[in-house]
């Protein structure tokens, strides 16, 4: 994928190359004169470019709060760092699915500030399409980039401009086997029915079942306490943390864990550490997802540096004895999405692309901003299909290799 889409990269540059050589050399039989008024014109125009570029705008970002998953917020404020007044951030509540009312004032407070042009979401929780309906009706004009959307394609797509999320159902096909390299006989699935409600959930648990049934491995659902019911996250985290230890004096150590929710990661890595099973995804794969809390990790001043991180994992897996049975992505998939989808914005807000939806330069601008993080990043960014087979173009499934801890 990544190869085929430098060779696009590359055409499209000789191309701009060429027509610029081209413009720069007046014909051999032009007048001074008209040289002259051709430079004057083109010194016009560049002018008026400067003024139309010169607009004020900001980019909002809304994430969750750190309990339900730091990296996004940490990333957030990195792309204020980085650009300063011309981002704005916000975060919805933990309990969104209780106080949709909430979140959406957020969105309209924050879209409140005509200078607000574009609004990144992630994770774009259940609500943001109502919110983003409650934006459209006083700001049309708003850009919105959904990433890790927790609504149906069917109801997310229409809404945002832009859909990023991993490639929940590829994540389907590719874990066991990856898996079965660790050394795992059995994959335990934790989850709860609001998740299991999530079309592209689903569809990567059907994917477990099949690739799990390839490889020769059983998978396992294990119903938990949804961290939005009445026990909250505690309650869900409590759950995991006696459940692992049951699981694996049922089916033995060479068990890999997997869950579909960002808050249950840390207690379910801790609990894999401390019993000597396998760990090979997480449900929002990335180097900072929970491993730090999990395995306490000092991230100060180190907060987005993959390097550092990878170094520290591999001296935990090395401590823990662990080798060879844990893996991870390289690319933290939710920093990426907002680092992208603020960098994307900013292009179409300056006029470097071809309307909103500029599907080569946004694949340029998720691979140029995967690679911040990790420099040998093979990302493949492909359509999500719907189930009568039409792709849906504005929405992006993004997957990466595994790197695993030898």
């Known amino acids: 994928m990544k190869k085929r889409f430098v060779s696009i990269t590359m055409a499209a540059v000789m191309a701009l190359s060429l027509a610029g050589c081209r413009g720069a050399e007046p014909a051999a039989t032009e007048a001074p004169a008209a040289t002259e008024a051709a430079t004057t014109a083109a010194s016009e125009a560049a002018e008026g470019e400067s003024a139309a570029e010169a607009e004020p705008f900001k980019i909002g970002i809304i994430t969750g709060t750190a309990s339900q998953g730091d990296e996004e917020i940490t990333q957030a404020n990195k792309m204020k760092e980085k650009y300063g007044d011309m981002i704005v951030t916000s975060t919805y509540p933990d309990n969104f699915t209780t106080e949709t009312e909430t979140l959406i004032s957020n969105a309209v407070a924050m879209a409140s500030d005509p200078e607000v042009k574009a609004i990144v979401w992630c994770q774009a929780v259940p609500g943001t399409a109502a919110a983003i309906d409650k934006v459209r009706e006083t700001r049309p004009d708003m850009i919105f980039i959904a990433g890790t959307p927790g609504e149906d394609p ?3 797509n229409p809404k945002a401009d832009i859909v ?3 490639d929940e159902p590829g994540c389907g096909i590719v874990i066991p086997p990856q898996a079965a390299k660790q050394g795992a006989k059995t994959i335990v699935h934790y989850s709860f029915p609001r998740h299991m409600s999530y079309a592209l959930i ?3 648990h059907e994917n477990l079942k099949t690739y799990c049934a390839e490889n020769g491995i059983e998978l396992v659902d294990v119903t938990a306490p949804d961290p939005t019911g009445d026990s909250g996250i505690t309650g869900a985290q409590q759950f995991i943390l006696e459940d692992v230890p049951r699981q694996i004096e049922k089916y033995g150590k060479d068990t890999s864990f997997f869950t579909t929710n960002c808050g249950m990661q840390e207690p ?5 550490f401390e019993n000597g099973a396998i760990y090979t995804l997480q449900c929002c794969p990335s180097p900072f997802h929970a491993f730090p809390a999990a395995l306490n990790i000092d991230m100060a001043g180190h907060e987005a540096d993959v390097n550092y991180m990878m170094e520290q994992l591999q001296l935990k897996v090395d401590e823990y ?10 690319v933290p998939c939710n920093m990426l999405f907002v680092n992208a989808g603020v960098e994307y914005a900013k292009k179409v ?5 071809n309307g909103t ?3 080569e330069v946004l694949r340029a601008t998720l691979q140029e901003c995967a690679e911040q993080y990790s420099p040998d990043a093979e990302m493949t960014v492909q359509y999500h299909v719907n189930e009568d087979g039409t792709e849906v173009k504005n929405h992006f499934l993004v997957m990466s290799d595994f790197v695993t801890f030898e």
Do not use: F, K, P
């Open 349 to 353: 807000l300056e006029g470097q692309t």
């Open 154 to 156: 069917g109801v997310i």
């Open 321 to 330: 004895g662990m080798n060879g049975r844990v893996s991870t992505w390289g």
């Open 164 to 166: 990023l999320q991993v």
């Open 357 to 359: 939806l500029d599907e």
């Open 202 to 204: 689903v569809a990567r």
């Open 268 to 272: 379910l890595i801790r609990s894999v």
